[in-house]
């Protein structure tokens, strides 16, 4: 019954030891996750900086531009090239929507026209 015992606590120590091992493990792998995961923070945050001084700059030269229009009246090719990029289509309501929605019904791969003949 004592060799029962012995041989129990000689097990019990072997797996508390093993799961030591395992937890010494786990921390080490979350700790190196967690420098690399500040590592990619870091990096996201460095870039966002710049990019924020580049935005800046750039206001600074659109405000430029724009206080010269207002000055003399005169569009720069700047103005012009961003009267260019700022042009969009123009929203369209939901009858539009709704009448492409309802051809799309009478327009099929076997009918690519809308005459009466076909």
């Known amino acids: 019954m004592i060799g029962l015992f012995c041989e129990l606590s000689v097990s019990l120590s072997i797996s508390s030891h093993s799961e030591e091992k395992l937890k010494e493990t786990l921390d080490d792998k979350s700790s190196a996750l967690y420098e690399k ?10 870039v966002l900086r710049c990019s924020t001084s580049k935005r800046s700059i750039l206001s ?6 724009f ?7 005169n569009r720069s090719s700047n103005i012009i090239k961003l009267c260019e990029a700022l042009k969009t289509i123009p929203p369209t309501s939901t009858d539009d929507e709704r009448a492409f929605s309802v051809a ?8 690519t026209r809308l005459r ?3």
């Open 116 to 118: 009466d003949k076909t």
């Open 60 to 65: 600074k030269i659109v405000q430029q531009e």
């Open 104 to 111: 799309g019904l009478f327009i099929t791969k076997l009918r």
């Open 37 to 46: 995961l500040q590592k990619a923070i870091h990096s996201k945050t460095k």
């Open 67 to 73: 206080q010269l229009l207002d000055a003399t009246e």
